[in-house]
């Protein structure tokens, strides 16, 4: 198992291209404490970076950060939060369970609003939390393999806050099935309805990644940063900090309900869930 400071792996080449990658391939890169911590120091030293080196820079070394690349090591992108650590929060106090859910909420806004554009390379599973991730991110190239579900509501949770991102990707209209289903999706059915804007050949992922960043390269940094932030201005995810504190104090406490808890059971012992009525079919 790798450690827990090696959960997010962070790079940087000469052009200013970031590659952060979820480095927890032996759990699907399920987000933990320990990876949402790294993954928020991560953010922090990319923020601290874009805001020290002015543009343009005639050093390769001091070139600030242009794009930010998000991508999963091993066979799977991203499979949303692990199970196990939500049934360990769900366990704990209501101000420890608060604060896991704080800390997801705020990592999908910071990468949703970084003024640098990111792109998603995803291959594999692609479920909960990762496709709140991949909502957040800018730009969105699929393997043909991936697989998507939006499946909280099995487990007697809510994806309340992913649900604004997402209904900014993919609309309101395909939530409500897809959250509400729990069910799982293909890569070319995220593609129709908006949730990823190219799929490819799971060989071609990082080529085709790349045609897109050589293309934001082109770009003049400040203007992107701007179009962005204007793009922002009328999205479904620019919530009043009031609108925002709401959603994660429901999504914390449904994690705490009886629901919640025959939910995660029933997930550590690989049985359905009380509320399945289990009748045959013909």
Partial sequence: MNRSEDRVLVQKDARGVVTLTLNRPERNNAYDGALLDAAHAAIDSLERAIGENPWPSDSDSDRPPRILVIQGAGRHFQAGADLAWLYTVSQQSAQDNLRASQATARLMHRINTLP??????????????????????????????AQFSIAESRWGMVAGIIIPQLNDAMSVRQVRRYAITGERFSAEEALRIGLVHEVVAAADLVAASERVIDAILHNAPEATALTKATALRSCWARLSGESQDQLVLEHALKRQSAEATEGLTSFREKREAAWYPGLKRD
């Fill in 116 to 145: 640098i554009p990111v792109v998603a390379r995803v291959q594999g599973g692609c479920f909960g939390g990762g496709t709140g991730l991949i909502a957040s991110c800018d730009i969105v190239i699929a393997a043909q393999d």
